[in-house]
């Protein structure tokens, strides 16, 4: 055969290569790139569009089998790459951000900030550009747990910030604004004022992922970032207990009525398990999470178990998808992460088409 | 029994419920344009098309200096506002409402879109 006739016979081999997410083969989705074909060696790349994709290997595992079955083939090398693809829309804040995703629960101690920062950490191990903003102005959480010493955030021109960097990962956070301990007292507009500085004032370079961290509630934060961010979608946490369910219920709510696509539901704090023994204690009850998710229609994106080593990790600022990413919490937020990743990729193909959040219209005469 | 007729506040209640629920799963502009100097035209994400006497949707606005957000009751009455009345600008907010800045100064209110698919078919006063 040509080296002409086996680009023909690889390509159609590829074309039987289906995303199990976006339910289109990989040659029409434009994820084969640099094909380079001598005698019988056959070299691509396939540009996913994150690199947080669950079915990465997989994928993989596919094109080399299917291609190196076709006759003429003798060595097939396909490389993995990714590009995150961006969130369209036409605002004039965080335009160097491809996709923003805002975490979210109803009520308060659910372990927001904790799913948080793991998740960012996930998204990061992949080798994303990820960013942090705790968006919960009166009880950062963030800094702690990342370890990140309270230091002012250094200013640059036009009132720039720059953003504390841990991990490989940009965070900024209203706990960074005051002395350490010292309690930001502030009415319902100020705190507007600070999320529009996040929005607007923050250097945060290119990032593929920023990950927003929500105070509890539905209140100022809630409506600013969804009025003035554009977030591709939320993440709702809660626990598997009725009573975190009624607001978790809420806050999925506040994202249907503000247009904000549901990306699913986190069910943390699932069971309690000892390091000794795989033994699951549902302390909290069961199935709360799923629920939710089936009530709404939306994925369900993880269970997460509550473990001492969590706590202890976020309390020493090393979170355990860091320290320890094969435990079964560091496996719970890694899978997360991907879920998390696959849904924001199979929305963007998914796009209806409608006016987006920067849209405007001079009225003439 | 005789059925009550709702209170004010009551039928605030009802109405923003609707108003909810249709927001939660409703549709959204695909296109949003000028028709001529005093109607606005919106292409909706199913199809349907409508159209917009501007008065009118400045007599509808949502805010609360123009209509009491206890009761429900109006502050706009009919002759309040002007023929004159246009939009300078139009812009979305977030991904589900409209807000407008008039010719009068006034800018308050977000319109939501279930609240514009509402007022699909309605006159000025």
């Given at each position: 055969?040509?080296?002409?006739?086996?680009?023909?016979s690889?390509?159609?081999?590829?074309?039987?290569?289906?995303?199990?997410?976006?339910?289109?083969?990989?040659?029409?989705?434009?994820?084969?790139?640099?094909?380079?074909?001598?005698?019988?060696?056959?070299?691509?790349?396939?540009?996913?569009?994150?690199?947080?994709?669950?079915?990465?290997?997989?994928?993989?595992?596919?094109?080399?089998?299917?291609?190196?079955?076709?006759?003429?083939?003798?060595?097939?090398?396909?490389?993995?790459?990714?590009?995150?693809?961006?969130?369209e829309?036409?605002?004039?804040?965080?335009?160097t951000?491809?996709?923003?995703?805002?975490?979210?629960?109803?009520?308060?101690?659910?372990?927001?900030?904790?799913?948080?920062?793991?998740?960012?950490?996930?998204?990061?191990?992949?080798?994303?550009?990820?960013?942090?903003?705790?968006?919960?102005?009166?009880?950062?959480s963030?800094?702690?747990?990342?370890?990140?010493?309270?230091?002012?955030?250094?200013?640059?021109?036009?009132?720039?910030i720059?953003?504390?960097?841990?991990?490989?990962?940009k965070?900024?956070?209203?706990?960074?604004?005051?002395?350490?301990?010292?309690?930001?007292?502030?009415?319902?507009?100020?705190?507007?004022?600070?999320?529009?500085?996040?929005?607007?004032?923050?250097?945060?370079?290119?990032?593929?992922?920023?990950?927003?961290?929500?105070?509890?509630?539905?209140?100022?934060?809630?409506?600013?970032?969804?009025?003035?961010?554009?977030?591709?979608?939320?993440?709702?946490?809660?626990?598997?207990?009725?009573?975190?369910?009624?607001?978790?219920?809420?806050?999925?709510?506040?994202?249907?009525?503000?247009?904000?696509?549901?990306?699913?539901?986190?069910?943390?704090?699932?069971?309690?398990?000892?390091?000794?023994?795989?033994?699951?204690?549902?302390i909290?009850?069961?199935?709360?999470?799923?629920?939710?998710?089936?009530?709404?229609?939306?994925?369900?994106?993880?269970?997460?178990?509550?473990?001492?080593?969590?706590?202890?990790?976020?309390?020493?600022?090393?979170?355990?998808?860091?320290?320890?990413?094969?435990?079964?919490?560091?496996?719970?937020?890694?899978?997360?992460?991907e879920?998390?990743a696959?849904?924001?990729?199979?929305?963007?193909?998914?796009?209806?088409?409608?006016?987006?959040?920067?849209?405007?219209?001079?009225?003439?005469? | 029994?005789?059925e009550?007729?709702?209170?004010?506040?009551?039928?605030?209640?009802?109405?923003?419920?609707?108003?909810?629920?249709?927001?939660?799963?409703?549709?959204?502009?695909?296109?949003?344009?000028?028709?001529?100097?005093?109607?606005?035209?919106?292409?909706?994400?199913?199809?349907?098309?409508?159209?917009?006497?501007?008065?009118?949707?400045?007599?509808?606005?949502?805010?609360?200096?123009?209509?009491?957000?206890?009761?429900?009751?109006?502050?706009?009455?009919?002759?309040?506002?002007?023929?004159?009345?246009?939009?300078?600008?139009?812009?979305?907010?977030?991904?589900?409402?409209?807000?407008?800045?008039?010719?009068?100064?006034?800018?308050?209110?977000?319109?939501?879109?279930?609240?514009?698919?509402?007022?699909?078919?309605?006159?000025?006063?």
């Open positions: 055969m040509t080296e002409q006739e086996i680009q023909t690889v390509m159609a081999a590829l074309k039987t290569v289906m995303d199990p997410d976006l339910h289109k083969n990989i040659v029409d989705l434009g994820f084969i790139k640099n094909m380079k074909i001598e005698g019988g060696s056959v070299a691509f790349d396939v540009e996913l569009t994150t690199p947080a994709c669950p079915v990465k290997e997989q994928l993989k595992t596919e094109c080399q089998d299917k291609v190196g079955a076709i006759a003429g083939v003798s060595n097939v090398s396909v490389n993995m790459t990714a590009s995150v693809r961006s969130t829309h036409s605002q004039p804040v965080l335009t951000v491809k996709n923003i995703i805002a975490v979210a629960s109803g009520k308060g101690g659910v372990g927001k900030s904790t799913v948080t920062v793991n998740l960012a950490c996930a998204l990061s191990l992949t080798g994303a550009k990820v960013g942090i903003m705790d968006g919960d102005i009166y009880g950062p963030i800094p702690k747990m990342l370890g990140i010493p309270i230091t002012p955030p250094k200013g640059g021109e036009n009132n720039k720059f953003p504390h960097e841990k991990y490989g990962m965070v900024i956070s209203a706990g960074f604004l005051t002395e350490e301990g010292q309690p930001l007292m502030l009415r319902g507009p100020m705190l507007g004022g600070i999320i529009q500085q996040f929005l607007q004032n923050v250097e945060w370079g290119e990032l593929d992922y920023l990950v927003i961290d929500l105070p509890p509630g539905t209140g100022d934060v809630q409506l600013t970032l969804t009025q003035k961010a554009p977030l591709s979608g939320g993440v709702i946490v809660t626990t598997p207990q009725e009573i975190s369910l009624i607001d978790a219920e809420k806050g999925v709510k506040m994202f249907q009525q503000v247009k904000v696509p549901v990306l699913g539901v986190v069910e943390n704090m699932s069971w309690f398990q000892t390091d000794e023994s795989d033994k699951k204690y549902f909290f009850g069961q199935g709360g999470g799923q629920k939710l998710a089936n009530q709404f229609d939306a994925p369900m994106l993880g269970q997460i178990p509550i473990i001492p080593k969590i706590v202890e990790a976020g309390d020493s600022g090393q979170p355990i998808t860091i320290t320890d990413p094969d435990s079964p919490a560091g496996l719970a937020y890694r899978s997360l992460a879920k998390v696959a849904q924001i990729s199979i929305n963007q193909f998914n796009k209806e088409d409608k006016i987006d959040s920067g849209f405007e219209l001079a009225w003439e005469g | 029994m005789e009550k007729n709702p209170s004010p506040v009551e039928q605030r209640y009802q109405d923003k419920k609707e108003l909810r629920k249709d927001q939660e799963d409703g549709p959204a502009p695909r296109n949003i344009k000028q028709i001529d100097p005093e109607t606005l035209g919106i292409t909706w994400t199913d199809d349907k098309e409508s159209v917009y006497p501007v008065r009118m949707l400045r007599e509808s606005c949502p805010c609360a200096h123009c209509i009491d957000e206890w009761t429900g009751q109006k502050r706009i009455n009919p002759g309040d506002i002007p023929d004159t009345i246009r939009p300078l600008k139009i812009k979305a907010v977030g991904l589900y409402a409209l807000q407008f800045d008039w010719n009068d100064g006034h800018s308050t209110g977000l319109y939501p879109y279930a609240l514009l698919r509402k007022l699909e078919g309605k006159e000025p006063l």
